[in-house]
């Protein structure tokens, strides 16, 4: 009969220096899935935890493109682990994407006449002001902003 392993996941050093912050973020996403969205149009469910996950995405990248003060085998941990959005963090490397709220923001096929979100635009070229995203209710995410 084969041996069943009972140990968890190995956690690379400097996992205790994270773990809080992550833990934290994990708590306030399932508070944000289970809230009642009574009242709130379909779409304006969904912000919190848009906005949970573009969180511990960027607190992720900072500490490690920023302030260097995780190592990669970590950050890679996080990556597969699912604590932030790989895809989100790849585009936020390219230049024009620095500020990105959400990946559907730039998906055309969601959008009328295939172009990207109203939040994409800068500010100073906007026809209204005050502006919120319908899909992640950001409220502006251009680089140039």
Same mark, same amino acid.
Request: net charge positive; proline share 4%; charged share 30%.
């Given at each position: 009969?084969?041996?069943? #392993? !009972?140990?968890?996941?190995?956690?690379?050093?400097?996992?205790?220096?994270?773990? @809080? !912050? =992550?833990?934290?973020?994990?708590?306030?996403?399932?508070?944000?899935?289970?809230? @009642?969205?009574?009242? #709130?149009?379909? &779409?304006?469910?969904?912000?919190?935890?848009? #906005?949970?996950?573009?969180?511990?995405?960027?607190?992720?990248?900072?500490?490690?493109?920023?302030? #260097?003060?995780?190592?990669?085998? =970590?950050?890679?941990?996080?990556?597969?682990?699912?604590?932030a959005d790989r895809n989100l963090i790849a585009k936020w490397k390219k230049q024009g994407y620095?500020?990105? &709220?959400?990946?559907?923001?730039?998906?055309?096929?969601?959008?009328?006449?295939? !172009?990207? /979100?109203? &939040?994409?635009? @800068?500010?100073?070229?906007?026809?209204?002001?005050?502006?919120? /995203?319908?899909? /992640?209710? /950001?409220?502006?995410?251009?680089?140039?902003?």
């Amino acid at each position: 009969m084969p041996k069943i #392993k !009972t140990s968890g996941v190995k956690y690379p050093d400097g996992w205790e220096l994270i773990e @809080p !912050t =992550l833990s934290e973020l994990h708590s306030k996403m399932r508070e944000a899935e289970n809230d @009642p969205h009574d009242g #709130k149009r379909k &779409c304006e469910a969904l912000w919190p935890i848009f #906005k949970i996950n573009h969180q511990r995405s960027r607190y992720l990248y900072d500490l490690y493109y920023n302030r #260097k003060e995780i190592s990669q085998d =970590l950050y890679e941990f996080c990556l597969d682990q699912g604590h932030a959005d790989r895809n989100l963090i790849a585009k936020w490397k390219k230049q024009g994407y620095e500020r990105l &709220c959400c990946l559907r923001c730039i998906q055309t096929r969601d959008h009328n006449f295939a !172009t990207t /979100c109203v &939040c994409r635009v @800068p500010r100073h070229l906007r026809e209204e002001q005050v502006i919120e /995203c319908v899909h /992640c209710g /950001c409220k502006g995410c251009a680089s140039g902003d």
